[in-house]
């Protein structure tokens, strides 16, 4: 039995947390926020976007990039894992 499960559910465990880590790679990529944040700013400074939007959207995005660096500490410190039944 135990051979059968190093065969049959290991690999697809492992399959399984690799999926996972590009999910959350996508999902909180710290890179494409900090280019919406400088295009927000550029928009700005170009007139595209009034005050009060820019603001908004600024903050937003400042809490997206702060949870994103936040998981990606987690994926690299090996805290995020697929949870086994």
Do not use: C, W
């Amino acid at each position: 039995m135990f051979i059968l499960d190093t065969l049959l559910v290991k690999p697809l465990m492992t399959i399984a947390d690799t999926l996972h880590t590009m999910a959350v790679n996508e999902v909180y990529d710290v890179g494409a926020i900090q280019d919406q944040l400088k295009e927000t700013r550029l928009l700005y400074e170009l007139g595209e976007l009034d005050r009060e939007t820019y603001e908004t959207r600024s903050e937003e995005l400042r809490d997206d990039l702060e949870l994103a660096e936040e998981m990606q500490q987690k994926l690299l410190s090996g805290n995020v894992q697929v949870a086994q039944t």
